[in-house]
């Protein structure tokens, strides 16, 4: 198609859609596999169906963000980072994820748990409605956050995750550390924050909306306890020093990355996750 116009013709059929009750997302589908670019389809949509309605689907639609990622081109079986090699155990594209290999050592796993035990609280998730954050069930794990550069061990682990993942110290987060007891688990979730949402402005103002996760497993739990991705059934297990990473380009499900913890059935179960932000996190 040369030209896209948005005709009378195209409005009618448009309206019978909506009239029809057929779903935005179906209506854009159908147009695009006929020709139309995703923002003229938009454009015409919004004519037609309410703003509330197209929201996702202009997310959906809207160009790749820049992420992270590992240098893996020649599919190298490990990787140098700032100051430890790292093993490549796997690699998928959709969703982009990577299962790495004694990012951590033995004495490294133990000094962070140490470290974050005499500060651990009931985990908080964010509120969807409120601006602050709220203790959710869903997440019956413990956890605490260090502060970016905190001590000389994280100072350390932040700039070899930089080095791994191409992305810069200063986007990231602080680290995260859970401790999860027997029982506890993480229910399937995004990490990225819903443009939509009333309590995602503030916090996006903040280095912008993650576009990474690095959870990194701090011991082996006896069973039990692995990270789970429910769209593509797979199951990374949690084994001490390894690490799988996750990026998603756009804060939508599109992107593959719905992951959960699934219970820790016997022992117990530590994490330190890292998230990555589009812009400098201060
Ligand atoms: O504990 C896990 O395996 C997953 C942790 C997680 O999803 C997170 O910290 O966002
Ligand atoms: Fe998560």
């Not at 990787?79 to 990577?98: F, G, I, N, Q, T």
């Not at 470290?115 to 609280?121: E, M, Q, V």
């Not at 990225?192 to 402005?201: C, D, G, M």
């Not at 006896?222 to 789970?228: D, M």
Request: with cysteine; proline share 7%.
């Amino acid at each position: 198609m040369s030209e896209q116009n948005i005709t009378p013709e195209l409005r009618r059929w448009l309206q019978e859609q909506q009239r029809a009750g057929v779903a935005p997302e179906q209506v854009l589908k159908a147009m695009q596999s006929s020709g139309w670019t995703p923002d003229v389809a938009l454009q015409a949509l919004a004519g037609v169906f309410n703003a509330e309605a197209l929201a996702p689907l202009r997310i959906a639609a809207a160009p790749a963000a820049p992420v992270p990622e590992p240098a893996l081109q020649g599919a190298p079986t490990s990787l140098w980072a700032h100051d430890r090699e790292v093993k490549v155990l796997l690699s998928m594209a959709a969703p982009r994820l990577v299962v790495f290999g004694g990012l951590l050592s033995d004495e490294e796993c133990v000094a962070l748990r140490e470290s974050a035990a005499t500060r651990l609280a009931r985990s908080e998730t964010v509120a969807v409605d409120a601006d602050g954050s709220e203790i959710n069930t869903a997440r019956t794990s413990r956890g605490m956050f260090f502060d970016r550069g905190e001590t000389e061990l994280c100072c350390r682990i932040e700039a070899r995750i930089a080095a791994l993942l191409n992305w810069p110290i200063e986007n990231g987060e602080g680290l995260q550390v859970l401790h999860y007891q027997p029982g506890a688990e993480y229910l399937p979730h995004y990490d990225y924050f819903e443009p939509n949402n009333a309590s995602s402005a503030a916090i996006l103002q903040r280095g912008g909306n993650r576009v990474g996760t690095l959870v990194m497993y701090l011991n082996t739990p006896l069973r039990g306890g692995g990270t789970i991705f429910p769209n593509i059934k797979l199951e990374v297990a949690p084994v001490q020093g390894n690490a799988v990473f996750f990026s998603y380009d756009r804060p939508h499900p599109s992107t593959l990355t719905l992951h959960g913890g699934t219970p820790v059935l016997e022992g117990e179960k530590w994490v330190a996750t890292k998230w990555m932000r589009q812009g400098v996190f201060e």
